[in-house]
C-alpha cells in the first residue's frame, strides 16, 4: 500500500499524534482536510461559538496553507453542528467572514448530537494548485 502524502499544519502535530489521524491528506489532485473545530493549541474548545468558528476557520487555513491552498481551492464544504436550529443564526455571519466570493464551494449541513465538546465543525475538499 502506498503511503498517504500527509499534510501537518505547523504546531498541532502533538494534537494529531494523540488522536492518530492525518490533519488532510494529497492525492489525484485534491486535498481531503479532516473536520476542524475551534480548538486551541492544546486540543481546548474556544468558550463561545462565534470564536469557536473563527478558531476553526484559522485552523482550517493553517492546513490549507500547508498545502499550497486557499480558502478559493475549496470545492466542498460539509458542516457539522450540534443543535443547527439554534445556532445557525451565530454560526453563519461568522462564516461570511471567511467564505470569500461567488461562486462559493458546495455545502452540505448536518445536525448531530455529538463533536467531542465543539459546536460545530468543518470538513473540505480542496483543489490542488497545478
Same mark, same amino acid.
Given at each position: 500500500m502506498a503511503k498517504r502524502d500527509v499534510v501537518f499544519p505547523k504546531g498541532r502535530q502533538d494534537l494529531y499524534d494523540r488522536y492518530r489521524y492525518s490533519p488532510a491528506v494529497k492525492t489525484n489532485g485534491l486535498l481531503f482536510v479532516s473536520g476542524q473545530v475551534g480548538s486551541r493549541e492544546d486540543g481546548s474548545p474556544e468558550p463561545d461559538i462565534e470564536s469557536q468558528v473563527r478558531r476553526a476557520f484559522q485552523n482550517l487555513n493553517a492546513i490549507l496553507?500547508?498545502?499550497?491552498?486557499?480558502?478559493?481551492?475549496?470545492?466542498? !464544504?460539509?458542516?457539522?453542528?450540534?443543535?443547527?436550529?439554534?445556532? #445557525?443564526?451565530? !454560526?453563519?455571519?461568522?462564516?461570511?467572514?471567511?467564505?470569500?466570493?461567488? =461562486?462559493? =464551494?458546495? #455545502?452540505?449541513?448536518?445536525? !448531530?448530537?455529538? #463533536?467531542?465538546?465543539?459546536? !460545530?465543525?468543518?470538513?473540505?475538499?480542496a483543489k490542488l494548485p497545478a
Open positions: 496553507a500547508e498545502a499550497g491552498c486557499t480558502f478559493d481551492d475549496v470545492q466542498d !464544504v460539509t458542516v457539522f453542528m450540534i443543535d443547527p436550529a439554534n445556532i #445557525l443564526e451565530r !454560526v453563519w455571519p461568522v462564516v461570511m467572514e471567511y467564505w470569500g466570493e461567488a =461562486p462559493h =464551494p458546495t #455545502l452540505t449541513a448536518v445536525g !448531530v448530537t455529538w #463533536l467531542a465538546g465543539f459546536d !460545530v465543525e468543518f470538513k473540505v475538499v
